[in-house]
């Protein structure tokens, strides 16, 4: 299993060759954007993301804030630990980098030594676009888009198979649907307590969202001090 690609002749080649040709006919400047876009870019966006929706959640302080700031916490460890799951991965397949078995690539960034399968950028944005969908769907359909991009970008950069994205995707959604459970059961309590806590309940909601919150009754409900008040006035 060192190589899952050897010759030019099957769908796999041809498409890296069909997205890595539309970099050679791309002006300088725009290959350039891409080049860092796929490397760099779209990681950060991916964690921008997750702040954004963090802060949007602690803002509408919902009754499962906790719960939600728990998937939140959980994309990038589930990101984390995709990655580690990959390592044995790549070892095992040993796939080379297309550049080396191919020619006629246009590689837009050097030194990838490495092994190709599966990818650490589809799996890292496509865990965290994952678990993100899992906190709020709003926000993960974009994530998803992201890492869909993200993997995209890596083909056309000609570091990378398309199975190679394709793996990393499944990768990365595996790890982050199936260890959610445990994750959840493990993360939700700890968020609930730094929600109860004096130091650290502004992690899950806002100040004025825990102040609703604590002043929140049910409707037509008496208060305890409006029932003295007219036990009170009988007297």
Do not use: Q
Not at 57 to 68: I, M, N, P
Not at 80 to 88: D, F, G, I, K, Q
Not at 160 to 166: C, L, N, S
């Amino acid at each position: 299993m060192a190589v899952l690609a050897e010759s030019g002749s099957n769908p796999d080649v041809d498409l890296l060759y069909d997205i890595n040709g539309l970099a050679k006919d791309a002006p300088h400047w725009f290959d350039r954007g891409m080049e860092f876009v796929g490397e760099y870019g779209l990681l950060v966006a991916m964690v921008l993301l997750v702040v954004w929706c963090w802060w949007s959640v602690r803002r509408r302080g919902d009754e499962d804030a906790a719960s939600s700031v728990a998937a939140l916490v959980w994309a990038p460890v589930a990101a984390a630990l995709a990655v580690l799951v990959n390592v044995p991965i790549r070892g095992f397949v040993e796939r080379p980098r297309p550049f080396l078995d191919h020619t006629g690539l246009d590689v837009l960034i050097s030194g990838k030594t490495d092994y190709s399968f599966v990818s650490d950028h589809a799996t890292i944005t496509m865990a965290m676009g994952v678990a993100l969908f899992v906190a709020d769907r709003r926000f993960g359909l974009v994530g998803i888009g992201v890492a869909l991009l993200e993997g995209f970008c890596r083909v056309y950069m000609g570091v990378h198979y398309p199975t190679d994205v394709v793996g990393g995707f499944a990768l990365g959604t595996a790890v982050a649907l199936l260890l959610s459970p445990v994750a959840m059961a493990l993360l939700t309590p700890v968020l609930k307590a730094v929600e109860g806590s004096s130091w650290g309940g502004w992690l899950v909601r806002s100040a004025g969202a825990r102040g609703v919150a604590r002043g929140a009754v049910i409707p037509g409900a008496r208060s305890e001090s409006s029932g003295t008040e007219e036990r009170d006035l009988a007297a």
